[in-house]
């Protein structure tokens, strides 16, 4: 690549994709080393997250350095704007307009280096000013990107920051509408970059630069090809040479090798593939084991015969195979792995969108907590922080583009969609928990010729760009099984709803999947979504299925619902995947159902993380090796029936009851479900108690219950 970079060039190369770039010529086998290696840190990373100032309305000239913002409201980032209104119903949140300035002092220091302007998400479309100089537009909501500053920002004097966003209804952006509320404002994290002007690239779709592809990874060895872009924004040609260094979790090199040196002319850039061979490998084993390798990229400037580390990129590395078999379902590293998991939305309780780190180790604390094996992270890029984690715990990940509902025919649709999809790839490509990437869900249009020629662009894309991993899309409960729509992808996920939209609980799901997978038995299929809402303050013994738009969805519901559907999940090994909708609670403003409007209650967990739903305790029971014993009904403390029923979730064998300290016997169990039929409640304060022993230690749970 030379000459000055066109704009296609800025953001990720040609359309060939990252596999081209992947697939270069292979480098020699670089030796392992018993030596240890600490990554130079070259780069510098700045947060810019507090001291901003906002206003929700559009202000004209707010982009000007000299703008009295002064009546603005004082802000930090992450912030969201629709964290109220877009959680209380009536589907009148405000889509528009609002600007955000701040003031910053470039450090003296950073005077020559390659500065670049980092948001990690922005809904929807931004607009970005450095002193009133426009460095760019940014479309779509979900992904990280850069514009390059340096020729706006003044190191060591007062720079304005102005960032105008919006995220008013637009038919060019996918989503165009979803069964979540969009969030306006900069709701993830706000940083600036300094590298030299000699550094791995910042501006492939906000990609790290360093792109790490397994291949013949077993317990033997695992052959990595580390491709570095690299690009040279000095005024003169460098020679340069790329040294790769891949590290275990003590720091001990495993592998490394070094390029030969090449030149790079000034304003052009270079793309250097090594293949590197890890033996008898430490494997990244999903929740068992998430081992983690650490693979940095080294630029050297050996021009004239000097040594000069530029810039380096460290990544982090777990080494894995992933399959799916028709008929067995996922395979991790060669061996059957039963894939069950939640769906995950980004809100965060009354923050909405605009969470912290710790809120995000929270809810994967909780989804590790319920015994989860994978997550869907519906239904758009998430945070860069919910992926480490799943690296960090072992849950596999489906990942995917916001894509939902509705596909606007048209070009520019067509070209931000498939652009939101390679940012999505370019920037996770290294996630070892990532086995899925999703091109769609619930496209209403399933047979339209728009719908399908879009989607199969898309699965051409994951296909160039990344086809280790497997494309997905999430089919829609109201559509013929084999609708075009989903069979464009190498499996196949589908929103099953029966015993709550519509049909029974008991029997049909089992029953529809039998069939499916008998009469397309080469097919890979999983469900991506099936759940049922839940009030935790509502509540009735054995109810019947509840209207779905209704006041009334009593918590003993969704926990039979869960129930019913789990027992015919867990019988069938070739669904190479299983989704809870939903981890938790979250706002959808359209909606106004269980007396929550605003809100879809079909989460295992309330919005604000504080209750963990009856249901949550059956899938922690069948799924985590800890310890549970948990009564049902225990927020249904108000009693009225003398004659109740005593239901606990454990993952014991055995389970003796009380109740006001006599013995209502013991139970057991094949299927982490124990019931006492017919319990009489005296007037007055009751108290239950049960015990069982789990691993060799007396546990216990104890409730109270009042009968009027």
């Known amino acids: ?75 930090n980032t992450p912030h969201t704007w629709n964290a109220v209104d877009g959680a209380d119903g009536g589907n009148d949140y405000h889509r528009g307009t609002g600007w955000y300035r701040r003031h910053y002092t470039v450090p003296s220091d950073l005077a020559g280096k390659r500065l670049y302007l980092q948001f990690a998400g922005v809904n929807q479309v931004a607009d970005v000013w450095v002193n009133g100089r426009h460095l760019g537009q940014h479309r779509g909501g979900y992904a990280r990107f850069r514009f390059a500053a340096d020729a706006a920002l003044v190191p060591g004097a007062d720079n304005v920051i102005a960032v105008r966003v919006s995220n008013a209804a637009d038919t060019g952006i996918a989503p165009v509408n979803a069964d979540y509320t969009f969030e306006g404002g900069i709701y993830r994290n706000v940083s600036l970059w300094a590298t030299d002007p000699l550094h791995i690239r910042m501006e492939d779709y906000a990609g790290p630069g360093v792109y790490l592809r397994q291949r013949e990874v077993t317990a033997e060895s695992a052959t990595v090809t580390v491709t570095t872009k690299l690009w040279n924004d000095g005024g003169t040609a460098r020679s340069v040479a790329v040294r790769s260094v891949v590290a275990d979790r003590n720091g001990t090199i495993v592998a490394e090798a070094t390029s030969a040196a090449q030149t790079v002319p000034a304003a052009a850039g270079a793309e250097i593939a090594q293949t590197l061979v890890i033996d008898s490998p430490h494997l990244w084993n999903g929740t068992a084991d998430p081992y983690l390798y650490s693979a940095s990229a080294e630029i050297h400037d050996v021009t004239g015969g000097a040594d000069r580390i530029t810039d380096v990129v460290t990544e982090r590395l777990g080494l894995r195979s992933i399959a799916v078999d028709a008929g067995t379902g996922f395979r991790l590293n060669g061996v059957p792995v039963r894939l069950h998991g939640v769906n995950l939305h980004q809100d965060q309780g009354p923050k909405g969108w605009a969470a912290t780190d710790a809120d995000h180790v929270r809810d994967f604390d909780l989804i590790r907590e319920l015994g989860a094996t994978t997550v869907r992270m519906a239904h758009y890029q998430h945070d860069q922080k919910d992926y480490e984690l799943a690296d960090e715990r072992g849950l596999i990940v489906w990942a995917e583009i916001p894509l939902v509902n509705t596909v606007t025919d048209s070009a520019a649709f067509t070209a931000s969609t498939q652009n939101q999809l390679r940012e999505l790839i370019r920037q996770n490509y290294n996630h070892a928990s ?76 089992g029953a529809w999947a039998d069939t499916l997978h008998a009469n397309s038995p080469s097919r890979r299929i999983g469900i991506s979504e099936y759940g049922a809402g839940a009030n935790t303050a509502q509540h009735a013994l054995n109810p019947p299925r509840p209207a779905p738009g209704g006041s009334w969805h009593p918590e003993e519901y969704q926990a039979l619902f869960h129930e019913a559907a789990w027992k015919q999940l867990s019988a069938r090994p070739f669904l190479w995947g299983t989704y809870v909708w939903a981890m938790f609670d979250f706002p959808s403003d359209g909606r106004n159902e269980g007396s929550r409007p605003g809100i879809n209650d079909k989460g295992l967990v309330t919005r604000d993380r504080q209750i963990r739903k009856d249901a949550f305790y059956l899938y922690k029971a069948n799924w985590a090796s800890t310890p549970t014993l948990h009564i049902t009904s225990r927020r249904w403390t108000e009693r009225t029936d003398a004659t109740t029923e005593l239901k606990v979730y454990s993952n014991a064998s055995r389970v003796t009851a009380t109740l006001n300290g006599a013995s209502l016997g013991a139970v057991t169990s094949g299927d982490r479900v124990f019931i006492w039929p017919a319990v009489t409640l005296r007037p007055g304060r009751n108290t239950v108690t049960v015990t069982a022993t789990i691993d060799g230690t007396t546990r216990t749970d104890t409730v109270d219950w009042t009968l009027a």
């Open 434 to 509: 990532i086995a899925f990437w999703g091109i769609g869900n619930e496209l209403t249009d399933y047979n339209g010729t728009a719908t399908n020629r879009l989607l199969d662009s898309l699965a051409g894309i994951v296909e160039a760009e990344d086809p280790d991993r497997l494309s997905t899309y999430a089919v829609r409960s109201e559509d013929a099984d084999n609708a075009q729509a989903g069979l464009h992808t190498s499996v196949t996920g589908f929103n099953k709803y029966l015993g709550w939209y519509y049909g029974s609980k008991d029997g049909e799901l």
């Open 1 to 75: 690549m030379t000459g000055s970079p066109t704009r296609r060039q800025l953001l990720g190369g040609t359309a060939g994709g990252l596999l081209a770039s992947l697939a270069g010529p292979p480098q020699a086998r670089a030796a392992s080393s018993a030596a240890t290696y600490t990554a130079p840190t070259r780069r510098v990373r700045i947060d810019l997250n507090n001291g901003w100032r906002f206003v929700r309305t559009n202000v004209t000239g707010a982009e000007a350095p000299g703008f009295d913002d002064s009546a603005w409201t004082a802000v």
